[in-house]
């Protein structure tokens, strides 16, 4: 097979995915008028697929952050953390995030996927056990991989499947690595960290928590799942991004073991790649002030959250197992599921579309991501835009 020929399995799953109408993969947003409205195929489109959880990315404060810092700092640092591109604000932000976390290191990486990729990479080498939730995201699964460690997946949320494989793993269970997120972005729903936590104590392992859609979302001060379950003292290293609920882009590792402070001599995607442009830096670090000063925010999203997700169970569509930011409607099978897509997105409302094998199950879904910045008018129009389509479902069961 030529190098080109396997291109010819990408071209199929593009024609099967824009037999809808349109291919979910290739929305453009052609204009964005604020955190929940853009114009796409020039139409106003309410936006309920962005992860912006508070809504920040408009927020006056945060812009003002970013130009601020372009003007006094340049627009970018033309170079990696460990060249030319500390700066002391980078710096800052890393303590900023150590102390919300309450540990005493951090480090931000360029995205999210870089700080799960360079956090995995420098922490597990080839011999070492990782346990694995089976829904992990990609950016977990690819950073085990590229370590080289050996990976254990257990199912899903799953206590009994988790201690299982941390028994068989006999005494090697003392130095492996746990990992998981907080709250799970396909449907919504959040781990339960106090038996995983417990488990780890148990079997003398350590834990690392992915809080990428939870910081800013749960727990008092908006520390994510682990503060929301009480267990933050349990988890050894905290990941996240920015480019959820902070509305910018770039990640972190935060932990309470000083040798977090030497993972950057370790770690390859932290080491070669250009650090966060100043603008990035400064909105994010504005985003986390909002995020420790405004807890109305928080407040606004969970009345939003618990409206869309008590409207789509009154219409009766089938949602994910708990309430949360991230609204999940099970659609069944694919062909069904590009029809409804495109006529929500004709009816202008944005959503995502998740199909085998991109989903967790055979099924497809549809998700939202609610927003803080959704106003009830627009929480009711999405219901509404899923109600008129209930019927596409029927014929499919
Ligand atoms: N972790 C999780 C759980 C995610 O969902 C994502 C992004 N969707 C990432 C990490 C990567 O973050 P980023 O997109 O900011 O690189």
Redesign the pocket.
């Known amino acids: 097979m030529g190098l080109l020929d396997k291109f010819e399995s990408a071209r199929a799953i593009r024609e099967q995915l824009s037999v809808g109408g349109h291919d979910p993969t290739a929305v453009v947003m052609e204009q964005i008028l604020s955190p929940t409205e853009g114009i796409v195929e020039g139409r106003n489109t309410i936006l309920a697929g962005t992860?912006n959880y508070l809504g920040l990315t408009f927020d006056p404060a945060c812009v003002a952050a970013a130009r601020n810092a372009i003007e006094s700092q340049g627009t970018g640092t033309t170079g990696s953390r460990m060249a030319n591109g500390s700066f002391s604000a980078h710096a800052a932000l890393e303590q900023e995030l150590a102390d919300f976390f309450k540990v005493g290191h951090g480090m931000v990486f360029s995205?999210?996927?870089?700080?799960?990729l360079g956090t995995l990479v420098a922490l597990l080498n080839p011999g070492d056990a990782v346990l694995l939730d089976a829904d992990?995201?990609?950016?977990?699964y690819d950073g085990c991989q590229m370590s080289g460690a050996d990976i254990f997946r257990f199912r899903h949320n799953d206590v009994e499947s988790l201690e299982k494989r941390l028994q068989r793993l006999g005494e090697r269970a003392q130095d492996c690595l746990i990992v998981t997120?907080g709250?799970?972005?396909v449907m919504g729903d959040c781990a339960p960290l106090v038996e995983i936590a417990a488990l780890k104590e148990k079997y003398g392992a350590l834990l690392l928590v992915?809080e990428?859609?939870s910081l800013g979302v749960y727990g008092d001060n908006g520390c994510g799942v682990a503060e929301a379950q009480g267990v933050m003292d349990q988890v050894d290293f905290f990941?996240?991004?920015?480019?959820?609920s902070l509305g910018a882009?770039?990640?972190f590792c935060v932990s309470r073991h000083p040798e977090l402070d030497l993972l950057r001599y370790l770690s390859r995607p932290f080491i070669f790649t250009a650090s966060s442009s100043p603008s990035i830096i400064a909105s994010t670090h504005e985003a986390l002030k909002q995020v420790k000063g405004r807890p109305e925010l928080r407040e606004t999203l969970w009345r939003n959250a618990d409206r869309l997700y008590q409207g789509f169970n009154e219409l009766g569509f089938e949602t994910g197992p708990e309430v949360s930011p991230v609204v999940a409607v099970k659609l069944g099978a694919k062909e069904a599921a590009l029809p409804f897509w495109n006529q929500l997105l004709e009816k202008g409302v944005y959503t995502n579309l998740m199909v085998p094998p991109a989903s967790p199950d055979q099924h497809s879904y549809i998700r939202c991501s609610v927003s803080a910045a959704h106003s009830r008018e627009q929480v009711e129009q999405i219901i509404e835009a899923f109600g008129s389509l209930k019927h596409l479902l029927q014929a499919d069961g």
């Open positions: 992860n995205t999210g996927y870089a700080a799960n992990a995201h990609a950016s977990l997120e709250l799970y972005s992915d990428a859609h990941v996240g991004t920015f480019s959820k882009m770039g990640g």
